[in-house]
């Protein structure tokens, strides 16, 4: 059996002391801004002015997410800039809200100031139990793991998201993507009216794809081809420019990626993420031959749970994997993720996918 100490960074489980400890960061932020602000609440001005109790929580919850570094834990260093940034979009977020008008200035600085010096002094007391900047963290030998009572086996890698990452991230999957549907519900509407009027067949279509773990689940997609138009259920052609197969408003839903918009319930339904690898169909081929054929870390994308879009879509690497060098390019940046998923990340990809639509980039 291989050394773990020789595996790469993303198939070795991240765990340990210094794990732990980062993994507790987050929420003594928030306890550290929700308390010093309900202290704060008590000293209003002459005005009668105090702090507003959303303000607070509002505070509380975006400190726990911005000063959160799911890469390397967050050391001091990079703490400074994360709370300046913290700062200005709590500034923004106040004056978007009116409620600066209502903040009595001293409480308010006394109340950041003491929050944010809690906060830095935790991180240089653990200065010394969390890991630095770029580097890994390394188990030292295979982690032995009990299966019922006789099995033993040894664990090589884990689950890349846990504890306060896999939290938030369903939160924002459930909160987000509940938003999202409830906004684009008359939107869905009339694209399933389009889809009906111009050919005759189902609006939506829906594949066995390959999910988290491996498992097998159906993902929904708005119908873009022809019925038919793929008999073989155990070969898959690729997608193509100009493929004939695509209906006149497929084409149009491919440009702009609206046929990817019914996936919003498989997010619901807690098959797929807002952010992560996106899901193959089950019997895709490159080059006649399946991922793991070509790329022996493939399996590992199944990790984590797929998602609508990721990181490898917005570096250019959308569309069909016809060559073996498009496959390893879009495995790369999906291990990538894996590594370095993090709330903050997933918000930067979400902004870049708005962008990489408008530019309909490899959209056919």
């Known amino acids: 059996m291989n050394d773990p100490t020789s595996l790469p960074r993303w198939t070795t489980a991240t765990r340990g002391p210094a794990r732990r400890v980062r993994d507790l960061l987050p929420p003594c932020d928030f306890l550290m801004l929700l308390t010093t602000g309900y202290a704060a609440t008590w000293l209003p001005d002459a005005q009668g002015r105090s702090l507003p109790e959303a303000l607070v929580w509002t505070a509380a919850v975006l400190g726990a997410f911005m000063f959160d570094d799911a890469r390397t834990g967050t050391t001091w260093r990079r703490f400074l800039p994360r709370a300046l940034g913290f700062l200005a979009v709590l500034a923004l977020l106040g004056y978007a809200a009116r409620w600066l008008d209502q903040v009595p200035p ?46 033993r086996v040894t664990l090589l890698a884990d689950r890349p998201i846990k504890r306060w990452h896999a939290l938030t ?10 938003l999202a549907t409830l906004a684009l519900l008359p939107a869905l509407g009339a694209i399933a009216l389009a889809i009906k009027l111009d050919d005759p067949g189902p609006a939506l279509f829906k594949q066995r794809r390959h999910g988290y773990n491996n498992r097998e689940f159906e993902i929904w ?68 031959r399946l991922g793991e054929e070509i790329v022996a870390a493939y399996p590992h994308r199944h990790r984590v749970k797929p998602g609508i879009t990721g990181w ?53």
């Open 312 to 364: 490898a879509q917005v570096h250019g690497a959308r569309g069909a994997t016809d060559t073996e060098a498009q496959l390893r390019r879009r495995i790369e940046l999906d291990l990538h993720y894996i590594e370095h998923c993090s709330p903050l990340l997933d918000l930067q990809v979400l902004v870049l996918t708005c962008r990489e639509v408008l530019r309909a980039t490899n959209a056919f």
């Open 169 to 178: 991230k369903a939160a924002m999957d459930y909160a987000l993507g509940g």
């Open 221 to 288: 997609k708005f119908r873009t081809m022809r019925v038919g138009a793929n008999p073989s259920a155990d070969v898959l052609k690729q997608t193509e420019r100009g493929d004939p197969r695509i209906t006149r408003i497929g084409r149009f839903l491919r440009k702009w990626s609206l046929d990817e918009l019914p996936q919003l319930f498989n997010v619901l339904r807690g098959e797929m993420s807002l952010v992560g690898p996106r899901p193959h169909a089950v019997v895709m081929r490159t080059e006649n």
């Open 106 to 151: 001293v409480a308010c600085a006394a109340w950041l100031a003491l929050a944010l010096a809690a906060c830095a002094a935790l991180r240089l007391a653990l200065r010394g139990r969390l890991p630095a900047h770029g580097t890994a963290e390394v188990a030292p030998a295979p982690r032995i793991v009990r299966v019922g009572p006789c099995l």
